[in-house]
């Protein structure tokens, strides 16, 4: 079993849809990262959280510890927003990864 | 300001051969990361610098795959005897300093035929 799972792997989603990415982890952190990687491997941090919600422009991730599981939600979802979304959690000092969610968002 | 650069950016070698990857962070970030992605893999850590010396490389899959930071900045993944096994993207990514969000390179994409 990963140490990190997210779900689902696959979404696909119409302009405009709200979307929610889920990620739950089975070991100890001392945060949780979300990050966002588009074709060609380019990877962006979006979120570093510890505790509670983040909310950045559309997208919010919120984290609850006590039950090792965070999500990230974009709302108003635009064709744009369509790459991999990759939840990673810090052990000691290294991230580890879930395999990514990919979205793809239709017009 | 300039991000974390990586280079080359693509590198094909055949089995058995050495490789150089080379990571460029960003000015003053004291930690590096190198991390390995398999084709629709999440990333896997490999080694974590701190300063000049490697703090964590327990990732680090054998003893064919090496790491230096001699002056802190620059950081050289070193692959001896590629196998095929180790075609993937190879990134790279710094932080201000341990614990800090972590910026990533654009990544090595390796492939040994």
């Known amino acids: 079993k990963n140490e990190v799972e997210q779900s689902p792997q696959n979404l696909t989603a119409q302009e405009g849809e709200f979307i929610t990415i889920n990620c739950s982890y089975s070991v100890g952190i001392s945060a949780l990262h979300w990050l966002q990687q588009h074709p060609g491997g380019g990877i962006v941090s979006l979120f570093m959280?510890?505790?509670g919600k983040k909310k950045h422009g559309r997208l919010i991730a919120t984290i609850n510890i006590q039950e090792k599981h965070s999500s990230l939600h974009i709302t108003a979802s635009h064709p744009r927003d369509s790459a991999v979304y990759i939840c990673a959690v810090r052990n000691t000092d290294k991230l580890i990864f879930g395999t990514g969610t990919r979205l793809q968002v239709f017009p | 300001g300039a991000g974390v650069s990586q280079t080359p950016s693509n590198k094909v070698t055949e089995k058995g051969k050495y490789v150089e990857l080379r990571c460029d962070p960003i000015?003053?970030?004291?930690?590096l990361y190198w991390y390995r992605q398999s084709l629709g893999q999440g990333p896997e850590f490999l080694i974590y610098f701190q300063g000049t010396g490697a703090a964590d490389d327990s990732g680090l899959p054998n003893d064919r795959f090496f790491a230096v930071r001699p002056e802190g900045s620059v950081s050289t993944l070193k692959i001896q005897r590629t196998e095929r096994g180790d075609s993937a993207v190879y990134l790279c990514?710094?932080?201000?300093?341990?614990?800090?969000?972590?910026?990533f390179g654009p990544g090595t994409r390796l492939l040994v035929l």
């Open positions: 000015s003053g970030h004291t930690a």
């Open positions: 990514a710094s932080s201000l300093d341990r614990g800090g969000t972590q910026y």
């Open positions: 959280l510890s505790s």
